[in-house]
């Protein structure tokens, strides 16, 4: 079946501007998660959706990040004014939201260069 | 300091040889262990997944826990060019399933 996706696959940006990322979970799955993988850096958690209830957020670095999941599918992570400290992997993963401790399946990542 | 520390490299060795990585963590609460394999330009796959001290072992790989020392390992025996990625140790700190990646160590295996 169809994995988890993300889109756009690349995006550049000018210092200021502002930028949606899109994923789409894997069918079903009611937890999705966002990472951001800077270079050296590793994985770093953002924010954890899971069914209707409110969303984790306490991984996001600035108010200038925010997330949003219509319909418990589709999640969008918006970045408003963006700055080059910004620029890195962003990742997306899901999974079925049984428990807390189930797989998470990750998406391709979108790469941002902040310019 | 970070709560999972693990040394970037890169790590080089010949194909057949033994791949050996390594986490530590300081958070005891920490109770799930996975180790994740990245190959350029992809998302992370899960490869092990543990709970507890102890031995795992799936094919070629060899997952260990030591909880008393805040120490997990991967071994993967007779390593292949394929094998060449970078490998993530995350492990879960509470009940929400937030994942705590340590940096990635990078494989390279030479034919």
């Known amino acids: 079946g169809a994995g988890v996706s993300q889109s756009p696959s690349n995006k550049v940006t000018e210092k200021g501007k502002d930028v949606e990322l899109r994923c789409d979970p894997i069918s079903g799955h009611t937890a999705l998660y966002w990472y951001r993988q800077s270079l050296g850096q590793g994985l770093e958690f953002l924010i954890y959706f899971q069914g209707n209830s409110a969303p984790d957020k306490s991984g996001l670095p600035s108010d200038r990040f925010s997330a949003e999941r219509t319909g418990g599918s589709v999640s969008t992570l918006t970045i408003q004014r963006t700055q080059q400290e910004d620029s890195a992997v962003y990742l997306c993963?899901?999974?079925?939201?049984?428990?807390?401790?189930?797989?998470?399946?990750f998406g391709p990542g979108t790469r941002l260069l902040v310019l | 300091q970070k709560e999972v520390e693990q040394d970037p490299g890169p790590l080089s060795v010949p194909e057949g040889a033994i791949v050996s990585l390594n986490c530590t963590y300081s958070?005891?609460?920490?109770?799930?262990f996975m180790w994740y394999r990245q190959y350029s330009r992809k998302g992370p796959e899960l490869l092990m997944y543990?709970?507890?001290?102890g031995n795992k072992e799936d094919g070629r790989f060899t997952a260990q826990v030591d909880k008393s020392s805040k120490y997990i390992s991967l071994f993967i025996r007779d390593s292949q060019p394929s094998d060449s990625a970078t490998y993530l140790c995350a492990m879960i700190s509470d009940s929400w399933g937030k994942l705590q990646f340590g940096a990635g160590t990078q494989v390279v295996v030479t034919p």
């Open positions: 993963a899901s999974s079925s939201g049984r428990i807390a401790q189930e797989t998470q399946y």
């Open positions: 543990t709970y507890s001290s």
């Open positions: 958070n005891s609460a920490f109770q799930y």
